[in-house]
Structure formats: C-alpha cells, structure tokens
C-alpha cells in the first residue's frame, strides 16, 4: 500500500487546480464548482490524515465540511439565480456594481 | 501492488478530470467532468479505509449537489454558448497561474516541514476492521461531536430559508417598474427566464 504523502500531493493538486479556476474563469457555475473542488481537496487531506494518525476525528470532520458543501450550494445557485434574474448573464466580470 | 495501481490510475482521473472541469466553456460538461473527478477521488477515500465518507461523496456530492448545479443550468436556460467577451491581458492572465503555482510549492512545503518530520510518514499498521465504518464515525457524531452535529441542523435550516427568500422571489421589482409589488409570501419559483 502506497504511504501517506502520495494522496497529499494529490490533494495539493486539486486544491491549486480549484484555485486556477476560480481565478481564471469567468463562469460564474464553473467558479462555484472550482470552490467545491477545494473543499473536497481539503477533505483528502484530513480522511488522509485521519489514516496516518489512526484516529477516526478526521472523519467526523469531513462530515461536518460535507453538510456546510451541501449549505453553501444550495445558498449559492440561489444567489446565481437571482444575479442571473438581474443581469441576465453569468459572466462575473459583469457584476461589478460593488466595485468603485 | 494493486493498490498502487488502483490509486495511480485513481489520482491521474481525479487530476485531469478536474483540469478538464476548468477549461470548459459549456456549464454541463464542466459538471460532468467534475462528476468523474469527485468518483476518482471517492476511490481515493476508500483506499484510506474512509468507507462510509466514500459512499456519502458519491451519494451526496454527485448525486445530490451536482444535480442541483445542473439543474439550476437547466433554469437558467445556458446552452453554453455565451459569448463571454474578450479575455483580459495575457500578463493578468499569467501572473493567475503564477500565484496558483507558488501556492502549490509553498503547501508542500509546509506540509513537509510539519507534518513529515513529526508523524511516522506512510500507514504503519492495518487498520482495524471498524476503521471508517458507518457505526464507528456515528459513534464519534453522537459522543464527542455532538454539539457540531446539532449545530448543523440550524446550518442546514438557515441555508433552506436563505435559498427560498434570495430565489424565490416572484418579482424583481426594477424590471416592473410599474406593477404593484406581490406579496412575498408565495414562495413558488417563477420561471420567468
């Protein structure tokens, strides 16, 4: 079985490659998936950790960052919804009327 | 040695699938590509003995979440082939991949210098049977999480209500302007894209 390191260097990448997204992207549904992305790479660090250290918090852990996953896109499409319904584009460059 | 090869062609599926979820000009694929990266990585979760987690990402994740994405791209009527007008500079551009790399190289370093030197790198032992199962991580909701476990009920609550006041709204009231505003109470989502 391989050891610990190898599935953190995996979720190092995911984590980098969910922040090129949402730098890169100007999709608004894409960026919000980026951001999920992360969140998932965040988990495969700590069911990663869990494993090395023999300890089953880590799981609970992921659990919980499950159910905020769940939360933060629920609110979020809704927020993409009503932007969508004002703007009608998903383009975020566009949604600049906080900017000064 | 299966394991390895398990988890190599695991990880090469989880990586490119996500790098192709970015590229992606139309929201439906990148949804889908996104699918396929998060069943690599619950391959992943169950190599490290996280049962139960691995089958809630799978359920829970592709089965609940990413429908709802692609259901909100069904409301919004995208077809993918919205113009997004011209990209900025290509030095904006650059220095963004820059900053994501020297990101990349300074988490592996830290977690090198915490994490290697003070933990035995690599699985030193067989994990016992109950390892990630589904009674063992309910035990430990129940007992020394439970406070954080009731709190998420609220959470929960609190993002139900959020999600029907911001889109379920029935009128927006700039674009009828001159119509009497309804009342808030009918929480149906219009669809009036």
Known sequence: ??????????ALVLFCIGTIGVLITRNIIILFMSIELMLNAANLVLIAFSRA??????????????????????VGL???????????TINIDRFNILKW | MIDTVIFFVSAVIAVGSAVM????????????????????????YVQLGALFLGAVLIIVYSGAILVLFLFVIM???????????????AVSRASKYLVSVLLLVELVFVIKASFF????????????SEFGSVESVAELLFSNYLYPFELTSILLLAAIVGAVVMAGRLRDTHQEEGETETPTTDVQIKEEV
């Not at chain 1, 659990?63 to 933060?72: H, I, N, Y």
């Not at chain 1, 809704?78 to 319904?85: C, D, E, K, Q, S």
């Not at chain 2, 409301?75 to 500079?89: F, H, I, M, S, W």
């Open chain 2, 75 to 89: 409301l919004l009527n995208l077809r993918g082939t919205e113009d997004l007008g011209p990209t900025g500079p």
């Open chain 2, 117 to 128: 030197s003070a933990v035995p790198v690599g699985i030193v032992d067989v994990a016992p």
């Open chain 1, 53 to 74: 250290l023999n300890l089953m918090d880590g799981h609970a852990f992921v659990f919980l960052v499950l159910t905020v996953a769940a939360a933060e896109a629920a």
């Open chain 1, 78 to 88: 809704a927020m993409v919804i009503t932007l969508y319904r004002n703007r009608e």
């Open chain 1, 1 to 10: 079985m391989l050891s610990i390191p190898a599935y953190i260097i995996v």
């Open chain 2, 21 to 44: 979820m970015i590229s992606q000009r139309n929201p439906v694929l990148s949804v889908l590509y996104f699918i396929v990266s998060l069943l690599a990585q619950a391959v992943l």
